[in-house]
């Protein structure tokens, strides 16, 4: 049987969709529990069908899917296990989504236009999803639209740890490549002992998806090794701007840290072809052989949402694990 039985037969049982099956069974593997046997496939006209193979009945279910492409097939898919997890008596069920996708549509830019985070949430609340965990959202916010405990992760000591074995940090500065981006800097910038940081000011095309135009750097960068933080890379077009940028105005090095490794399109060329010295991802999204490159280093996130499920499971504190912050 999967699973761990705690006192008052209190069990945990851990289940993943297709999209992203080595990161469940790294989590699996951090928990010491088995992944629920699942029957999953897409009948001939695209739709979705799952079945677990073992009761479920009474569990604390976790469900594992990280948004990927194609994302809208794989939400669909954990959208339908929650349902079959509700249907077939789940005690608790917690959606744990890496990525979260819809993430960067979390207000409206301009008239008639959707707030498609929100959308999400309603979506696995509808479903039956008491609780979500999810790592590195776009913005802190939409943990606000999901109506029920949100465990809001974050990968920064495990990145910030990969680069104080490394860099120099006296000569460090911190760079947020927009203004979003400058709490979480602020948050690296003490990590690292109070290093300078710096921001890079941008303006997007309102018309044109993934293009971004840079304007002024905002900071002390000249002869310093520049790490720009940030929490996706998707099209790489912002990272290497802001790259480019840093460099006309002295930077000595630049080195990028993101959490989630999206990688769309002309992403990887950019990025190899870049004067960026290395790239830091996780692997809450696969990253293919065909994504991965000579700059790129991939750390692993399954031991954080190991840890934080099993706060979860025990009635601990998931906001420990990051000194108070969510």
């Known amino acids: 049987m ?38 999953a496939y897409d009948f001939a006209n695209g739709e979705t069908f799952v079945r677990f193979l073992e009761s479920v009945r009474g569990s604390d279910a976790f469900v594992i899917q990280s948004h990927t492409a194609p994302i809208n097939q794989w939400i669909m898919e954990q959208l ?22 819809y993430a960067r549509q979390d207000k409206k830019h301009r008239g008639r236009e959707p707030i498609s985070a929100r959308l999400m949430a309603d979506l696995f609340v509808t479903a039956g999803a008491d609780r979500l965990i999810a790592v590195d959202l776009h913005t802190a916010q939409i943990q606000g639209f999901f109506n029920g405990p949100v465990d ?11 680069f104080e074995s490394r860099l120099d940090t ?46 002024d750097v905002v900071g002390e960068v000249e002869g310093r090794t520049c790490v720009v933080v940030d929490d996706m890379i998707d099209t790489g077009g912002t990272i290497v701007k802001a790259a480019e940028a ?13 959490t989630h490794g999206v990688l769309s399109g002309p992403a990887v060329d950019r990025l190899k072809n870049s004067r960026i010295s290395e790239v830091v991802l996780t692997n809450t999204l696969p990253i293919p052989e065909d994504k991965q ?14 840890r934080a499920i099993n706060e979860v499971f025990s009635d601990g504190s998931v906001t420990s694990l990051f000194g108070g912050h969510s």
Not at 195 to 209: F, Q, S
């Open 293 to 306: 490159f000579d700059k790129l280093t991939v750390l692993p996130i399954a031991p954080l949402i190991a």
């Open 170 to 215: 006296s000569q460090v500065t911190v760079v947020a490549p927009d203004a979003g981006r400058v709490r979480v800097t602020e948050r690296w910038s003490d990590r690292l002992g109070g290093v300078p940081m710096a921001i890079i000011h941008k303006k997007r095309d309102p018309d044109v998806a993934n293009e971004v135009k840079v304007f």
């Open 2 to 39: 999967s699973g761990i039985k705690a006192s008052g037969q209190k069990k945990l049982m851990l289940f993943t969709g297709r999209a992203h099956p080595d990161l469940a069974k790294e989590v699996a593997d951090n928990l010491h529990v088995d992944l629920t046997p699942t029957s």
């Open 246 to 258: 840093l460099f006309e105005n002295g930077a000595a090095k630049v080195v990028v840290a993101a």
């Open 80 to 101: 339908i296990m929650v349902d079959a997890l509700k249907r077939a008596s789940a005690k608790r069920i917690t959606v744990v989504a890496p990525f979260f996708g």
């Open 152 to 162: 809001h992760l974050f990968a920064l000591d495990l990145l910030a740890h990969h």
